[in-house]
């Protein structure tokens, strides 16, 4: 089993910037993908980026790209946010995937989900 543990949130200030981590632990060689996603509530799950596990390959979605950004560090992998926008106030979540393809962008081919960690920007 995997667990995936995410910290890093807050509160800014439109312009700034957070870096999320997402540590993974447990049988992390079974991971294949693993992905970010944030949350408004009242509104469906929105995919961010994700990282294949192997060879770090990433992708980032056009609704965030140019402003955020994802990288890894062994198990840990971050979202880094720049130019936060009050638009950007979400809990944002990591999953990882067994899925053998790499970025998936669907929540239900995520199968470990964090618990989230919350981001408030404000104007």
């Known amino acids: 089993q995997v667990q995936v543990m995410e910290s890093g949130g807050g509160s800014v200030q439109a312009g700034g910037s957070l870096r999320l981590s997402c540590t993974a632990s447990g049988r992390t060689t079974s991971i294949y993908s693993l992905g970010w996603f944030r949350q408004i509530p009242g509104k469906e799950r929105e995919f961010l980026a994700a990282l294949a596990w192997a060879g770090s390959q990433t992708y980032v979605a056009d609704s965030v790209k140019g402003r955020f950004t994802i990288s890894n560090a062994k198990t840990t992998v971050y979202l880094q946010l720049n130019k936060l926008e009050p638009t950007d106030t979400a809990i944002y979540y990591c999953?990882?995937?067994?899925?053998?393809?790499?970025?998936?962008?669907?929540?239900?081919?995520?199968?470990?989900w964090g618990e989230g960690t919350e981001v408030t920007v404000f104007s």
């Open positions: 999953a990882s995937s067994k899925v053998g393809r790499m970025w998936p962008p669907l929540d239900n081919e995520y199968d470990n």
